[in-house]
């Protein structure tokens, strides 16, 4: 958010922030499956220290750099950074209590990201319009002490790797995609991965044209994070009576139909409506989505799927903000959310037919 509206500040159009919603993809996309493998062969904590690290720096660059280059080169590296500490915390989740668990333990990491979700945009919208830019992201930067320190002054905070055993010489990423169920997995994350960014990165575009400002774009966004949050204490309940890949299908559709409803509102409270119901789509899948993909991966690989799911969802990273970048600079706002929606729904019934075979 900090990110698409300061590059609207400096006077950069859709495509413009569309290339910088796509450097966040760039670099997961070929080193996340390194990520995931150093995070099973050494345990989360150092490849998380790593990312918290990278995060913290990446977000102090336009500060102390002012201006759309070093907006991209922060771009970039959150991106990097980021996936190595996500692509640690999906490896080693799944395994903590064995798994019984498992769809309660994502279900808590997702809660968290939630929580993050509804606080970050509320801060960052205040910090805007009342700090400036450039402080905002000396905010968000200083954040990132705070999980440092802890996991480097307490090593035996975080669990060691989740899952272990198994020979793993020959073994190849192309295995683990050419496993029918795993591979229906990983593209229905990405799918929900590509409408959850097209949301972050689109809406704030969206409502700098209907001139909301930073706060209440901030608020929305932070409405969508709640239900992602209320959908996810919910989870462990639900999906024992209804089954991971179902609810993973009802996520899908869910959202294919609130994106259909954005363009139909300007009132920020119909917007923050419609927000919330996208929340409750995508904030059920992805849960699920990481839940399946741990089950269904090789024992010692949990890791290294993780960085194959990351791997999809950075393709869709990659393309999709530059896609509707220039849709939405070519024919504006609606043909946007409309599209996105059928590409959901073809998405879902995709799932739909695949899950009852």
Not at 32 to 52: E, F
Not at 275 to 288: K, N, T
Not at 311 to 326: D, K, Q, R, T
């Amino acid at each position: 958010m900090v990110m698409s509206l300061y590059a609207l500040e400096l006077g950069a159009n859709p495509f413009a922030i569309g290339v910088l919603m796509a450097l966040f993809a760039i670099c997961p996309l070929f080193f996340a499956i390194y990520a995931g493998r150093l995070a099973d062969r050494l345990g989360p904590r150092v490849p998380m220290m790593v990312g918290t690290a990278g995060m913290g720096a990446a977000l102090a660059l336009p500060p102390l750099f002012p201006g759309l280059t070093a907006l991209y080169v922060s771009a970039l590296l959150t991106g990097s950074a980021f996936h190595f500490f996500f692509v640690s915390v999906h490896g080693t989740a799944g395994g903590v209590g064995g798994p019984e668990h498992r769809a309660r333990n994502y279900s808590l990491v997702s809660l968290g990201f939630s929580a993050a979700g509804l606080i970050g945009p509320f801060t960052a919208g205040l910090s805007i319009d009342h700090l400036g830019h450039l402080k905002a992201f000396t905010l968000l930067a200083s954040c990132t002490a705070v999980p440092f320190l802890l996991m480097w002054l307490k090593p035996g905070f975080l669990p060691k790797a989740a899952k272990s055993g198994g020979d793993k010489s020959g073994q190849r990423v192309l295995d683990l995609w050419r496993m029918p169920k795993l591979r229906g997995a990983f593209i229905a994350s990405g799918i929900l991965s590509a409408a959850w960014d097209l949301f972050q990165f689109y809406f704030p575009i969206y409502g700098h044209s209907l001139g909301l400002s930073a706060s209440v774009i901030g608020i929305v966004l932070s409405t969508f994070a709640l239900a992602t949050f209320i959908v996810r204490l919910i989870l462990p309940a639900w999906a024992k009576r209804s089954g991971e890949a179902r609810i993973l299908i009802y996520g899908v559709f869910i959202a294919a139909f609130s994106f259909v409803l954005f363009p139909l509102f300007a009132n920020p409270w119909l917007l923050a409506g419609a927000a919330f119901v996208l929340g409750l789509g995508v904030g059920s899948g992805q849960p699920m989505s990481m839940s399946l993909i741990y089950a269904l991966s090789p024992p010692g690989r949990s890791s290294e799927a993780a960085g194959v799911r990351v791997m999809v969802n950075n393709v869709a990273h990659l393309f999709i903000p530059l896609f509707f970048g220039s849709v939405g600079t070519a024919f504006g706002f609606a043909p946007v959310f409309v599209s996105n929606a059928f590409m959901l729904a073809g998405g879902g019934l995709f799932m739909q037919r695949r899950h009852r075979m």
